[in-house]
């Protein structure tokens, strides 16, 4: 299941990419926790460890840096239970300021994935939808900050 949303920020692309990828916890209506295990000099292959809650739900996720290119470029494979997601960030200039991409894939596992395959349409848009509203919240978040 694939899910992609954008959202322009009016904030330099080097300060939405720091709050976008060292932030994450504080703009974030679903990540609740997101810790650094092992940092790496060039970002590649940084471990984290991150908790989510949605719905309620409690779920931990191994992570790891599989590209960081500052600032245009920040992605993370995260291992779960239930599935894994891939998750890719995306920041241009623009006139105004940044445009932030978010691509995610989730990787259902076991009885997921048979719940993917058969609610694939509908679970696909809800993603969308979760996906808009998490980048509205970051550009709140980062407007709202002082330059």
Do not use: N
Not at 53 to 76: C, K, L, N, W
């Amino acid at each position: 299941m694939r899910s992609q949303a954008s959202v322009e920020i009016e904030r330099p692309i080097e300060e939405v990419f720091r709050l976008t990828t060292e932030r994450v916890p504080e703009w974030s209506s679903i990540v609740a926790e997101d810790e650094l295990l092992e940092v790496q000099p060039d970002g590649v292959g940084t471990t984290i460890r991150c908790v989510t809650i949605e719905r309620g739900q409690r779920m931990e996720f191994d992570g790891i840096v599989t590209r960081h290119d500052e600032p245009y470029a920040h992605s993370v494979h995260l291992v779960g239970a239930a599935f894994d997601i891939d998750v890719d960030y995306l920041f241009e200039r623009t006139d105004v300021g940044t445009q932030v991409t978010q691509i995610a894939t989730v990787h259902g596992k076991g009885m997921f994935r048979v719940l993917f395959k058969v609610m694939g349409w509908f679970m696909s848009k809800g993603g969308h939808e979760s996906a808009a509203k998490e980048l509205r919240r970051l550009k709140d978040f980062c407007e709202g900050r002082p330059l």
